[in-house]
């Protein structure tokens, strides 16, 4: 059980929110999806069309005391770790919630649903008490969710590997600070004093360090003798078992290995990192996405997801455009079919609109052929009267045009 946010892993290494923050390929996957999608515009739609709501909404600055981006920064990071985010609804008069002030998950508990279908939940004070409220006061974002009211954390599903990855930094760090890891040792048969034994030490770097002595011939006397040393295979395998960090919260939040700077599995560049950061977008935030924005639809805006007529929408095609060229073939595709305008394609570039009212700009042969008819309808200049096409074989098997 959690106790004050604190699980012990695997290793009997305790596990934290600050503690495993410490590993920095963690606290790279909680930094990277939760900005990801804090950077992100959330719109609110008329349901089920295109069409803007005009008024200003709390979604578009929820906390009095955060920025917007703070806010879905801060609400992810909750729900990334301890895999609940919490935020106590407060209300004008007419009931509309104006903002969302966020509570830390490990004050809350989620005790049940009451008969009308909403949740309870139990929030402790300052000063070690708890109040009750339901999910009228309260908004709650879960993520997998095993029981349908609470969302699993990933801190406690993966304590395991977490405690044994802050084991091995552990270790890893007492190697470094207390180790007596050296290049060599220098023996002779003498008898020396510290001033003898610093002069020597002092000699043989002036000499035989840095890389212009590289090569070098050490010339001995006296019975010395110089012990090249190694790191041992057992303390080689444990600065390796490091990495194998890396790969585990890569899985654990469904991330490339390359987004945690990773770069040793990394076997494809140019469109292949391109595809893989689309492929981040389909199947690691889109799901995400999707679960906030029903949940902040429910939660926030007027009438809930029942009976409201508007609806949050996350933006995503700043993070779904391809490279200059690919952008600029499939705007052209999309002016020649007369789906986009210029004005439109200004837009998703965040770039002012040309003068003069958005037009098409096509090939001036393109024309409209009936599949079932063979009528052809000229797409530039008037209509002209259709054309009859003979779509009848020829004898080489191919149609006319």
């Known amino acids: 059980m959690w106790r004050d946010g604190v699980m012990a892993g695997g290793s009997g290494v305790p596990v934290t929110e600050r503690s495993a923050m410490g590993l920095t390929a963690y606290l790279r996957a909680i930094s990277l999806i939760s900005s990801s999608l804090a950077m992100l ?3 609110v739609y008329y349901r089920d069309s295109r069409r803007l709501v005009a008024q200003r909404t709390v979604i578009d600055s929820p906390s009095p005391t955060q920025t917007p981006f703070e806010f879905w920064q801060t609400w992810q990071m909750h729900q ?3 895999g609940n985010a919490y935020g106590f609804k407060v209300r004008d008069g007419a009931g509309m919630v104006r903002s969302v002030r966020q509570i830390h998950p490990s004050r809350v508990q989620v005790v049940d649903a009451d008969s009308g279908g909403m949740k309870l939940f139990e929030v402790q004070d300052e000063d070690g008490g708890a109040r009750r409220f339901t999910s009228f006061d309260v908004a709650h974002l879960p993520f997998l969710s095993p029981d349908g009211l609470t969302g699993l954390s990933p801190l406690q599903a993966c304590r395991t590997v977490l405690g044994t990855s802050l084991a091995a930094e552990k270790v890893a760090e007492s190697f470094y600070r207390n180790g007596t890891k050296l290049s060599g040792i220098m023996k002779t048969q003498a008898t020396l004093n510290d001033t003898q034994s610093g002069a020597l030490k002092s000699r043989w770097r002036q000499l035989f360090s840095g890389p212009s002595h590289a090569g070098e011939v050490a010339i001995l006397d006296s019975g010395a003798e110089f012990e090249p040393l190694t790191l041992p295979p057992e303390d080689a395998q444990l600065l390796q078992s490091r990495s194998f960090t890396v790969s585990e919260v890569a899985r654990m939040f469904g991330i490339p290995s390359h987004f945690l700077n990773d770069q040793e599995k990394a ?27 029903q949940r902040i639809t429910r939660e ?6 029942e009976s409201g007529s508007w609806e949050a929408r996350w933006d995503l095609k700043g993070l779904l455009r391809g490279d200059a060229a690919t952008r600029a073939s499939f705007y052209r595709s999309m002016t020649d079919l007369k789906v986009m305008t210029n004005h439109d394609i200004a837009d998703l570039e965040d770039m002012d609109p040309p003068p003069g009212a958005p037009v098409y700009a096509m090939p001036s042969n393109y024309a409209l052929v009936d599949a079932a008819t063979g009528d052809v309808t000229p797409l530039t200049g008037d209509p002209a009267t259709p054309q009859t096409v003979d ?11």
């Open 391 to 401: 779509t009848t074989p020829n004898d080489g098997g191919q149609a006319n045009a």
């Open 41 to 43: 515009p959330i719109r």
């Open 300 to 305: 926030l805006l007027p009438g809930g997801w």
């Open 267 to 293: 076997t494809a560049w140019g469109s292949g990192i391109e595809s893989m950061g689309i492929g981040y977008v389909v199947y690691t935030l889109l799901p995400r996405v999707k679960a906030a924005e």
């Open 80 to 82: 990334l770790s301890w």
